[in-house]
């Protein structure tokens, strides 16, 4: 039988970095919410109001904003719209009402941020020498 010399600082040092993640989570994700919304182009400001942070657990740490963030952050092809129950659709431009059967929506063109300040973030708030200071202080 063999033993294992050191099983006590093992296990003390497991034990304290087992509660690190959600801290540094929290301070991720809040630093994400603050490089983002910079990122975002503003027409009404919606989509940069809605981005915060959700949540902070010891396994994930989540980011949310309006669902249009990822139109705006991958783009769209160009499509067609057609109404579905009335017989045409309206809408304003330049001051102007225009009605129509179907439209031609043109392809928008991506403006990522998402996978930016996600990187940005975690180049600024590294965990590295977090998990360190409580791997070194456990034993």
């Given at each position: 039988m063999t033993t294992l010399k050191g099983s006590p600082e093992l296990k003390a040092r497991l034990k304290?970095?087992?509660?690190?993640?959600?801290p540094l989570g929290r301070e991720w994700a809040d630093e994400v919410?603050?490089?983002?919304k910079p990122m975002v182009p503003v027409q009404t400001g919606r989509l940069r109001g809605s981005i915060r942070r959700r949540n902070a657990t010891q396994r994930q740490a989540t980011v949310e904003a309006h669902y249009s963030a990822n139109f705006v952050d991958a783009g769209t092809k160009r499509h067609t719209i057609v109404p579905k129950k009335a017989k045409?659709?309206?809408f304003t431009d330049g001051g102007q009402t225009v009605f129509a059967k179907r439209v031609d929506h043109p392809r928008t063109q991506a403006r990522p941020f998402k996978a930016r300040a996600e990187h940005e973030a975690l180049r600024r708030k590294s965990p590295l020498q977090a998990l360190l200071k409580q791997w070194n202080g456990a034993a």
């Open positions: 304290a970095i087992r509660g690190t993640f959600k919410v603050v490089i983002a045409g659709l309206y």
